[in-house]
């Protein structure tokens, strides 16, 4: 049985609103502290993003266990828009609206994150979005803890075309029809042509949200790549990843013969799938759980203690995203302490150049664009389900929001 049919949203009774109140008025009436989480934990996206909700949950408790927020307990407020893009809209605004929540921990798909900035925008709210994503953007109300492109599919499709990595010369990009996919491949067709690369050397497919039937274009693939050295670059979202890798599978389609990359198939969507097939395909992600380092070490027994106690059966495993969340929460911490208020417009001045000891191994740091500095890794897929690193950044990459691949918008 598929994780997502475990799944039951619930929501955590309301209490006394503290997202407008300064810290001496939370301290006089001892208040917890409202936030919310907006994940889909049904639908499409469920395999990806009820992870994601249990590890805000399990950060949650951990932090309330030492103590809350300068006392003051956490409460989350749990909603389900259901991998409906517009309800999670409406989702939002009835977290801020109605709930009173000081901030929101949630989004995968840019469609999403992007229904959702409206709300954001009218009452002033606060997103915490820990996806890697297309990048184009820079909102005051959203803070960016998952990857911009150059800390994810440029480092990728360089390493692709390195001679570690293959040395492509010919590019399938595949993905999801929706604007992270479109923007990405975007980014990556000028960054090809910045390298000298032909468009009679990149093709571009893209299919709708809980495709399936992947035996025509793992053909096209294979007729492509008669014609030199390829690769494919995936931006499949969802639970559409596990058909098309079955079908890579199924035609006979090792790494070694057409390395494929993912930029979301991470350990938690490994999870269900048979690996065996799947040795030697690449991800780029920004965390993976066989990093040996002793933060990441302590994350993982935390997350694997909660998953036991819990009865979590179908998700085992940490991936970025859910480290990703897992940082967005303590750095929320760290600012509502500093700036010794939630209200969103002094948290957010609070949040510019806040430090977290990540599970990465590395200490990453609150740029003033909200985005974060992270290292990058490439890792590669492993019978177990886990990830052996084939390459890393030297350091920490500084996430940008205006890739110098494609125009930058006339009202960015």
Known sequence: MKRRDFLKVSAVGAVAAASSLSFP??????????????????????????????VDLMTIAEINAAGGVDGHMIEPVVVDPASNWPLFAEKARQLIAQDK??????????????SVLPVLDELNGLLFYPVQFEGQEENKHVVYTGAAPNQQAIPATEYLMSQDGGGAKRFFLLGTDYVYPRTTNAILRGFLHAKGVKDSDIAEVYTPFGFSNYQNIVASIKKFASAGPTCV?????GDSNVPFYKEMANQGIKATDIPVVGFSVAEQELAGMD?????????AWNYYESLKNPTNTKFVSAWKAWVKAKGLKDYPVTDDPMEASYIGIHLWKQAVEKAKSTKVDEVRKALVGQKFAAPDGYTVEVLPNQYLSKPVYIGQVRADGQFDVVWKSKGLVRGE????????????
């Open 101 to 114: 929540v000081a901030a929101i921990f949630g989004c995968w798909t840019s469609v999403s994150r992007k």
């Open 275 to 283: 690996t065996k097939p799947l040795v030697g395909y690449l991800t």
């Open 233 to 237: 670059i995936s931006t499949i979202n």
């Open 25 to 54: 008025a939370i301290a006089a009436r001892k208040a917890p502290i409202k936030v919310g989480i907006l994940h889909s934990l049904s639908g499409t996206m469920a395999i990806s993003e009820t992870a994601l909700k249990d």
């Open 401 to 412: 929001a205006w890739s110098p691949y494609i125009p930058k918008p006339k009202n960015a």
